[in-house]
Nanobody, 123 residues
Framework: EVQLVESGGGLVQPGGSLRLSCAASGFTFSTYPMSWVRQVPGKGLEWVSTISNLGLSTTYADSVKGRFTISRDNAKNTLYLQMNSLKPEDTAMYVC????????????????RGQGTQVTVSS
């Protein structure tokens, strides 16, 4: 059974940083691309970033490019998201997900998802 467990969220002031983690189990982590998506109540799922299975390629939404960095440790079956220069509009539930393909962007493309970790950016 696929399990994705996120951690590291919290309350941070604008301009601050957080590092999210996602512990994966139940599948061969190193053979799948992995993504972060985020959800705001009343809004749809928004894709944030994807990393290839070996970590050699990454891609980001324009809204986070230059501020967020996705990475992975295949030896630890863990996905990360380093978030810097956080803005109030980054407030959301951040969810770790397995995309159907590396260039997946639509909500239906993310078949397996964790429960998420809440990030709130506020002064």
């Amino acid at each position: 059974e696929v399990q994705l467990v996120e951690s590291g969220g919290g309350l941070v002031q604008p301009g601050g940083s957080l590092r999210l983690s996602c512990a994966a189990s139940g599948f061969t982590f190193s053979t799948y691309p992995m993504s972060w998506v985020r959800q705001v109540p009343g809004k749809g799922l928004e894709w944030v970033s994807t990393i290839s299975n070996l970590g050699l390629s990454t891609t980001y939404a324009d809204s986070v490019k230059g501020r967020f960095t996705i990475s992975r440790d295949n030896a630890k079956n863990t996905l990360y998201l380093q978030m810097n220069s956080l803005k109030p509009e980054d407030t959301a539930m951040y969810v770790c997900a397995i995309p159907s393909r590396y260039n997946a962007r639509l909500p239906d493309d993310f078949h397996s998802r964790g429960q998420g970790t809440q990030v709130t950016v506020s002064s």
